[in-house]
């Protein structure tokens, strides 16, 4: 792989080159907030809606945000530039920054925050993923309890998608109190027999996510009835259609869940309908 120009507090940088300290609190606590935007045609997709999301993770935690959302996007953009990304995504982590050594209290208003950003080349219209589906296998969720907010910690859904591996799965729901919270880096949605597009309500549970939040005004414009609510994994199974959506998979069908086939096992007349609307849409008013 071409070697990329990565942003480190200010400056771009090779790869390589790009550092930040052992002290930094996102290293050593993470202590930190993070965005993926996803980019198509050299364009970003759903721009506003990821900084929005972004100041909102870090006011939650008390998290300085220097910059404002036309700073962040010159960055984005610059990054795209320099790394001639036609189609992937934008990665932005935003920490604590480093106060010189490890404590646990937050450092006072002198100890700026790091911003790093990279670009991730990804085929994201043709991948596999996205049109053939992928198999789901439910873990436990056990997660803490504050996931709206986009927090770096992201160590159990990396063992969770390591255990769905394992099981032979492409990815994992997680499941909590008999109803699944969302996916592992993705929220989770089902069309049930009766043609009705449910997907769980916002809470501190679930991540909002961005892509979740257009899909939904996709759906209302297609006339589809909707239910903002939690599912069981044995509703899901009993689907007639299920899927995914994020920044980096958009709407991606899944076909089938801890072994057991969606309907056919192929995917849903209406999951590839909603996949073709997002793209379109994105396309449309990518900036
Ligand atoms: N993940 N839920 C979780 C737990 C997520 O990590 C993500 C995104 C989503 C979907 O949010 P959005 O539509 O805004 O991308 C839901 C990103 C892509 C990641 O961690 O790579």
């Known amino acids: 792989m071409t070697q990329r120009t990565v942003y480190v507090n200010g400056d771009y940088v090779a790869e390589q080159d790009a550092k930040v300290s052992v002290f930094d609190r996102g290293f050593l606590l993470a202590d930190g907030v993070y965005e993926v935007s996803s980019v198509l045609d050299g364009k970003l997709i759903d721009f506003s809606g990821h900084m929005q999301r972004l100041k909102r993770s870090a006011g939650a935690l008390e998290l300085a945000l220097p910059w404002d959302d036309e700073a962040l996007l010159t960055i984005h ?9 036609e189609e992937g995504m934008v990665y932005l982590q ?21 911003l790093v950003l990279f670009t991730q080349a990804k085929a994201l219209i043709a991948g596999r993923s996205g049109n053939d589906g992928i198999r789901i296998a439910t873990q436990p969720d056990w997660r803490w309890a504050r996931r709206d907010i986009k927090t770096v910690q992201l160590l159990y859904p990396a063992m969770a998608k390591m255990a769905a591996k394992a099981a ?16 592992a880096s993705n929220n989770a949605w089902i069309l049930t027999q009766d043609g009705v597009l449910v997907t769980r309500e916002l809470s501190h549970a679930i991540l909002p996510g961005i892509t979740r939040a257009v899909v939904l005004e996709l759906a209302e414009a297609l006339s589809l009835r909707v239910e903002v609510r939690a599912f069981s994994v044995e509703e899901a199974q009993n689907a007639r259609e299920c899927f995914v959506t994020s920044a980096s998979s958009f709407v991606t069908p899944v076909v089938a869940i801890d072994d057991i086939a969606v309907a056919d096992g192929r995917p849903g007349q209406v999951t590839r309908q909603l996949r073709d609307a997002y793209i379109e849409e994105s396309r449309r008013r990518a900036i």
Do not use: C, K, M, Q
């Not at 953009?77 to 990304?85: G, K, Q, T, W, Y």
């Not at 050594?101 to 002198?110: I, L």
């Not at 032979?168 to 996916?183: I, K, M, P, R, S």
């Open 94 to 114: 935003l920490t604590r920054g480093s106060a010189g050594d490890r404590e646990f209290h937050y450092p006072g208003a002198d100890t700026p925050p790091t």
């Open 77 to 85: 953009r610059e990054l795209i530039r320099r790394n001639a990304l």
């Open 168 to 183: 032979g799965a492409d990815d994992a729901w997680l499941v909590e109190n008999g109803v699944v919270t969302e996916g």
